[in-house]
């Protein structure tokens, strides 16, 4: 099972709607790793995983996006605060396929 590393930006998917999404998008090398990594899709294709961006850790899922033939990374509101991003901003990013293992301090 092999760590995942890069950076990425901040990107709103509605960025007029109060309380929309905030997403980063796993490069495309990565996200055929990954891919890889994770076997044939099951349900709409998602794959588990355990993120760590700056001290926040947590366990979430990435979603296909067939338009750019890439993961995107749901960013949840409690990361973004503690680690005030903001759509624009980029990030590093660490994520492993999620295997039941307990990643610690997930927040």
């Known amino acids: ?6 950076d990425a930006e901040v990107w709103e998917h509605s960025p ?7 997403f980063l998008t796993v490069p495309g090398d990565v996200s055929d790793d990954i891919r ?5 899709p099951e349900g709409f294709g998602s794959v588990r995983v355990v993120v760590t961006v700056g001290s926040s850790t947590w366990r979430t899922s ?5 338009k750019i033939g890439c993961y995107v990374l ?3 509101k409690a990361v973004r605060r ?4 903001h759509a624009g901003d980029t990030c590093h990013v660490v994520l492993d396929l999620d295997r039941g293992a307990d990643p610690g301090a997930a927040t």
């Open 1 to 6: 099972m092999a760590e995942h590393a890069f």
């Open 16 to 22: 007029d709607e109060p309380g929309s999404w905030h």
């Open 36 to 40: 890889v990594e994770a076997g044939p």
């Open 62 to 66: 990435l979603f296909p996006d067939a």
């Open 74 to 76: 749901p960013l949840k």
């Open 82 to 85: 503690a680690e005030g991003l």
